[in-house]
């Protein structure tokens, strides 16, 4: 299944059962030549569901429910009778197999939303890792009064409010990115946005240095991109919905809009505080390498100290 394109893995959403079932048998025969301590699984899709052997703790670190059955069916399902034909019993499955978890882990608050939704379980909220070694301020560096968007050029990312907000202000945008929409988006385009494809990391975190703001205009369930901005004392002009709730601070860190309006938006850029760069930086260490290897590391010596008590209350 991982050889297959993402779209095509999507149709075949009848047989992730299966494959799961498999790789559970081979988790079995593993754990018979060389017993396991603890199964972790990263979860977006089906993952979660594999069947620990007999007495093994498991930890899910969960990214998403899978989006195409949980919160965005209605998008994928419109333009797949196979996956809308399957969603219903696949969630019935999905739903019961998360007893085989011992313990969640979300990225995000609203992930450990959507896993007491969708799931019914109570998930602990463990950032992933941002690069705040390499995302760094500085001083020498001059900031600039331009607006910034960076990430995947995907219709879900919204930089197209993006451009409408600087089309309509005629203030300068940067958009730093490649995919599918990049042509859609330079047609879209006025004279004041202008667009940087293939950047290193290092000419991203350049970019990031020098930018007034750098709006966010998409749902997330995490997003790296907000949090990579903070570390570099660039504040974000947020959607408010998702990840973006547990790394902007409205009125601190920058200012979160409610609606994906080209309105909405325009009034948090006029109300993004300036001058917050130490703040800023100060927000963006709470998702710093070391601070989720610790909260890792905790949840796995809980699970591993604790046997396999966890995971017989868990056995689905």
């Known amino acids: 299944l991982n050889r297959l394109p993402e779209r095509w893995r999507r149709l075949l959403l009848p047989v992730y059962p299966w494959a799961v079932g498999r790789l559970s048998r081979t988790l079995k025969h593993l754990d018979a030549a060389r017993p396991i301590d603890l199964v972790i699984s990263s979860h977006s899709a089906a993952i979660k569901a594999v069947r620990p052997p007999t007495g093994v703790a498991h930890l899910c670190y969960c990214h998403a429910p ?23 019993m696949y969630r019935v499955w999905d739903r019961r197999t998360a007893r085989r978890v011992s313990a969640f882990l979300a990225n995000s608050t609203h992930i450990a939303g959507e896993v007491r939704r969708c799931y019914r379980r109570p998930a602990e909220v463990v950032h992933p890792p941002v690069r705040t070694g390499f995302f760094t301020p500085d001083s020498r560096t001059p900031r600039g009064s331009h607006w910034l968007c960076a990430g995947a050029l995907v219709p879900y990312k919204r930089f197209d409010l993006a451009i409408d907000a600087a089309n309509r ?36 975190r350049d970019q990031y240095r020098r930018a007034r703001l750098l709006i966010y205009p998409q749902h997330e369930d995490f997003g790296i991109t907000a949090p990579e901005a903070l570390a570099c004392g660039t504040p974000v002009v947020a959607y408010g919905r998702g990840g973006a709730l547990d790394t902007v601070e409205d009125g601190a860190t920058g200012a979160l809009f409610e609606r994906q309006t080209v309105d909405s938006l325009l009034e948090a850029i006029g ?18 390498p070391e ?13 591993v100290r604790g046997g396999s008590g966890p995971a017989r209350a868990g056995r689905g």
């Open 66 to 88: 899978a989006r195409y059955i949980w919160s965005l069916a209605g998008q994928y399902g419109a333009a797949s009778v196979p996956l809308r034909l399957a969603a219903p």
């Open 169 to 204: 202000a005629r203030h300068a945008l940067t958009i730093v990115g490649s995919g599918p929409e990049l042509e859609r988006l330079r047609r879209r385009a006025g004279p004041t946005v202008s667009f940087v494809h293939d950047a290193t990391d290092a000419q991203l």
């Open 271 to 288: 109300r993004c505080p300036s001058n917050r760069g130490s703040v800023c930086r100060a927000q963006s260490e709470r998702f710093a």
């Open 291 to 303: 601070v989720f290897r610790e909260k890792f590391l905790s949840a796995v010596r809980g699970l």
